[in-house]
């Protein structure tokens, strides 16, 4: 059966895609036109199987600016799911907490965004036979989804707040002045990923869920330099219970 629910695994998040029953793995090299994904911690493979019964696809790494990759191409493994079939969709991703009641170690659940890629999948023509030349964005995350993450949350004991996600090119980390301008404007979060995988699936009519799982406080927050290896340590400790929660949600999500 082809699967109506996809996740894309950020980094450091790539342990989901071991945990699917009757999996079958193919590289992004196998894809013709799928941009192969370099960053250190993304495995870069489309692993279709099951959750409990219910079908799912997920990406194990996904294309980000910072490699040199367009928003375009950042939405293409999307692009692909949808034409598989898939209408459900879960992002999820490292991300530095910009509100200091985000720490290490939280799972947030997104509830809108800020894109300062400067770039945007949707430039050029619009392919009408995809979507809308203007498509809506006010519940760019769904709502319902949101609310079937919470509960399944509280199943497990896991609270899960909501915050604002803040979309930059990288590949540095901020300066703290740009994170003071990011609470200023509104964000919660900050991260190099999803909003154009965003765009993309809300273009097509996809519903998203989008889980950051916060790393790092965000630069300048705490007296303390950032590094990539702290963040890949603190993603890999939230493994399981990142697992925990796509298991319980995947299911419900329709
Ligand atoms: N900034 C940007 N991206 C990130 C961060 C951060 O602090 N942590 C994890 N991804």
């Known amino acids: 059966m082809n699967p ?30 799928w941009p192969p994904s370099t960053a250190i911690g993304h495995a870069g493979k489309l692993v279709v199987g099951s959750v409990t019964g219910t079908p799912v696809a997920v990406l194990a790494g996904r294309a980000h600016l910072y490699e040199g990759y367009t928003a375009q191409q950042s939405a293409f493994g999307i692009r692909h799911l949808r034409k598989m079939g898939v209408e459900s969709l879960v992002l999820t991703n490292a991300a530095g907490g ?18 300062l890629l400067g770039q945007n999948p949707l430039t050029g023509p619009n392919d009408d036979s995809l979507g809308p030349r203007f498509p ?64 993309a699936a809300n273009h097509m009519g996809m519903k998203v869920l989008g889980i950051s799982c916060v790393t790092n406080a965000a630069a300048g927050v705490l007296d303390q330099k950032l590094h990539h290896a702290e963040v890949l340590e603190v993603g890999e400790r939230m493994k399981d219970t990142l697992i925990e929660l796509l298991r319980r949600v995947i299911p419900r999500l329709q």
Not at 98 to 115: E, M, Y
Not at 169 to 197: F, Q
């Open 136 to 199: 809506d964005m006010t519940e760019a995350y769904s709502k319902s989804y949101r609310e079937i993450a919470c509960a399944a949350g509280r199943e497990i004991g896991l609270d899960l707040p909501e915050g604002v996600y803040a979309a930059v090119p990288g590949p540095n980390y901020e300066t703290p002045a740009e994170i003071r301008y990011m609470r200023a404007i509104g964000a919660d979060l900050v991260g190099m990923s999803t909003v154009p995988e965003t765009i």
């Open 4 to 33: 109506r629910v996809a996740v894309v695994l950020g980094s450091g998040l790539g342990a989901f895609a071991d945990t699917l029953e009757n999996a079958t793995v193919t590289p992004y090299s196998d894809i013709p036109g």
């Open 98 to 115: 910009v509100n200091p009641k985000f720490g290490p170690g939280h799972l947030v659940l997104i509830s809108d965004h800020i894109n």
